[in-house]
């Protein structure tokens, strides 16, 4: 796997590891959020935990669009798939996702509802037009990477005059979602989670560039390295942040320059900017209301809403009240902090956002780095 | 007047099945008789009765079933047919026994064309003779369109476990090593590029295969030096050492740079999103081996076509927990835990 195989030598990952701990002040604490569930993964699955120096933490952050879909949206999604018209496209990773009272777009699926996993926004359109007597609904969740896609597919139905195609609209901002962060309490007036620095999603800014985390930098005087997936992506950036932190600099910089450019991609921009709009606000599971974070499709576009079509009335569900996502997702609490966590929340049967996703904080743990709790628990 | 004197063959080029093909009746006699025991001919089958009566010799027996449901039906490197035969000699094979016969049960959708039916019977039958393992009775049913996808195949079969050798999922001890016959997730990826929605096009194809004979040179090699032996399918390797960690009351430890990939699977799995050691293999089996043994099974696995990537890849542990732990290539420390539910693509 040529340009794979080289981000995850592990001699390589030994050597930078060996410079990390040179470089890293013992008098010092650095805590770094990777904002991104796909940096989460990427630490958990290559241990990379334990290749870093004791005062070295990493903060798992709200960066998984599955985790960060709210419930009443699934709902919404589940309410809309049983609608015996309709055909349901999704990504798979939705179909496990926990809605209300125990229901999800998989046991729909069982009880009869037409939900079909899909690979890109093209396979909807396909079914759209190979079956014209169904309305398809395209379920668009994601970040900043997944929404010029969505765009394309809904260009293509404009295009095609497709009657029979809508998209359920979910699509958030990562900018949006890290101010939130930055400006919580915990973070800004209490100090009660201290954030030296950011590692920025690298697809995300293969879309919008590095530009949009200037404002973190200056505002909040924080670092921000954008970086990409690969484990040794990970560790790099993870120097590079340690080095801005002893230099006292807070200045954005690219890890990822081999896709990601300040401005990003003009034409994905412009793609979304003539398709969606802001929407005044926006419920992220875990982090509740986030003003500005979310896109719908533009009033132009209006005949491919599924909101409008079908008449959507979006009632927020509630999580469970002991959950701790929210604290988890801000960086307040750890998982093992929760006392669902590996007792009634587990991947099996996920009760909070960062359980829901193979790429939440919660999962991750417990699918990779649970044993790290027994060893600890054995030494104390 | 001769039976063959009303008989007319079946139109396999152009027909298909309906339900007067699994009535009982002359429709019925006809589509067995044409392609099933056509393709499966042994003197079992052809005595015509409802079951086969045949002489084993004296030891412990080994008596396994299963059914075959994969979608699509036909697939590089195999078909529904060729697994349902490899699948269930290698579940008998695993007990480290000799596999003797095989019956199999066919339930068949209104309306599949006689020609695919034809080619995984045909493909049946050279399996179980190249397996050396005849199907010497069956059973087909035929279920109105929409209430099975395509054909689905059950297969039960017997063998005969060597006097002295008794494996089994509780024997793994802690220091055992393990081993794996060769490279993993070739079937599941294979399956996977020919799947609705996901075709993609890879130069890999399934390992399916019958594997008694690499069986029986890993007995004639190490005999009780044998603990446990498993066929990875469904849910990979890593399901099959969490089932035998909680079996044998023991964890493992695995090293990620020893496990055997092919490049084109890694990068399949990578494009999709999946790992590896959770994608099903169907010609593969895992070793748990004593460790004053582990030196002589791998050579007798790798002097067999069927083991000749053979690899240890680690070993049981003492662990309360039952964890199974990777020592990742960078040298940290993973777990390789239970898959939740399916594996399914990512959406980023």
């Keep these: 796997m040529k340009y794979v195989n080289e981000y995850r030598d592990g001699r390589l990952a030994r050597s930078l590891a060996e410079t990390i701990t040179r470089i890293a002040d013992p008098a010092k604490h650095y805590h770094f959020m990777e904002f991104c569930g796909g940096h989460t993964h990427a630490i958990s699955r290559y241990g990379i935990e334990d290749l870093l120096p004791a005062n070295v933490r990493m903060i798992h952050g709200p960066g998984c669009p599955v985790c960060v879909l709210p419930v009443g949206r699934i709902d919404a999604a589940i ?271 996920p009760m909070g956002s960062c359980m829901v996703s193979a790429e939440g904080a919660c999962a991750a743990h417990w699918t990779y780095g649970r044993f790290r709790d027994h060893a600890r628990r054995k030494a104390s | 007047m001769s039976p063959k004197a009303y008989r007319r063959r079946l139109d396999i080029k152009n027909g298909r099945v309906d339900l007067s093909h699994g009535s009982g009746g002359r429709a019925m006699a006809q589509l067995i008789a044409d392609v099933f025991h056509e393709a499966l001919d042994n003197e079992w089958l052809r005595q015509g009765n409802d079951q086969a009566a045949f002489d084993v010799g004296a030891g412990r027996m080994v008596m396994t079933t ?83 996808d395509g054909v689905f195949i059950s297969t039960t079969g017997i063998g005969v476990v060597p006097a002295g050798l008794d494996l089994s999922a509780e024997k793994a001890r802690a220091g055992d090593r393990v081993i794996v016959s060769g490279t993993l997730g070739d079937h599941g990826v294979a399956v996977m590029s020919k799947r609705q929605n996901l075709t993609f096009d890879t130069a890999i194809v399934s390992d399916s295969a019958a594997l008694h004979e690499l069986v029986a040179a890993m007995v004639a090699a190490a005999g009780s030096g044998l603990r446990v032996m498993r066929d990875p399918t469904r849910g990979g390797l890593a399901a099959t050492l969490n089932e035998l960690a909680q079996q044998s009351k023991v964890g493992f430890r695995i090293d990620e740079d020893a496990l055997p990939v092919k490049p084109e699977v890694a990068a399949a799995c990578e494009l999709l999103g999946l790992d590896p050691l959770y994608v099903a293999n169907e010609g593969k089996l895992v070793a748990i081996v004593a460790p004053e043994a582990a030196a002589v099974v791998l050579a007798a696995m790798r002097a067999h076509p069927h083991g000749r990537d053979a690899a240890v890849v680690g070993e049981a542990v003492v662990d309360d927990h039952r964890f199974v732990q990777m020592t990742t290539a960078f040298g940290g420390g993973r777990i390789v835990d239970w898959l939740s539910g399916e594996q399914l693509p990512r959406i980023c």
Excluded at chain 1, 225 to 250: S, T
Excluded at chain 2, 110 to 132: H, N, T
């Design chain 1, 79 to 349: 309410a809309l798939a049983e609608r015996p018209e309709v055909t349901l496209c999704t990504y798979g990773d939705l179909m496990r996702v926990p809605g209300s009272h125990g229901t999800s777009l998989l046991r729909a699926k069982a009880a009869g509802a037409d939900i079909r996993m899909v690979y890109s926004t093209l396979d909807a359109i396909g079914i759209a037009e190979a079956e014209p007597e169904r309305q398809v609904v395209f379920f668009a969740i994601g970040f900043e990477t997944t929404t010029p896609p969505t765009a394309l597919a809904i260009r293509l139905a404009a295009q095609k005059k497709l009657s029979n195609f809508s998209v359920f609209c979910n699509h958030v901002l990562t900018p949006s979602a890290i101010q939130n962060i930055l400006e919580s309490p915990d973070v800004r007036s209490l100090g009660t989670v201290r954030i030296d620095g950011f590692i920025g999603p690298a697809h995300v800014s293969t879309v919008i560039g590095t530009e949009p985390y200037n404002f973190f930098a200056e505002e909040f005087a924080k670092p921000v390295v954008v970086a990409g997936f690969e484990p040794l992506d990970v560790m790099q950036a993870i120097l590079m942040l340690i080095a801005q932190v002893n230099d006292g600099r807070h200045e954005v910089e690219n890890q990822y320059v081999r896709a990601v450019t300040p401005g990003g991609n003009a034409r994905a921009k412009a793609e979304v900017a003539e398709i969606f709009e802001l929407r005044k606000s926006f419920e992220w599971r875990g982090l509740g209301m986030v003003p500005y974070s979310g896109l719908r499709l533009k009033e132009a576009y209006a005949a491919f809403d599924a909101e409008r079509r079908f008449g959507i009335d979006y009632v927020p569900a509630r999580d469970n009240p002991a959950c701790e996502c929210g604290a988890i997702l801000r960086g307040v609490k750890k998982p093992v902090d929760c006392k669902l966590f590996g007792t009634v929340c587990t991947p099996e049967t």
């Design chain 2, 66 to 148: 299963d059914g075959y449901v994969i979608s699509p039906l036909f697939f590089p490197g195999g078909d529904i047919g060729s697994l349902a035969v490899h699948g269930t000699v290698n579940d008998v094979a695993m007990a480290g026994a000799r596999p003797l016969y095989l019956s199999a049960s066919f339930i068949i959708e209104e309306g599949f064309p006689f020609a695919d039916l034809k080619r995984i019977a045909d493909s049946m039958g050279e399996a179980a003779r190249a397996a050396g393992v005849p199907v010497v009775t069956g059973d087909t049913k035929v279920v109105e369109r929409g209430k099975a």
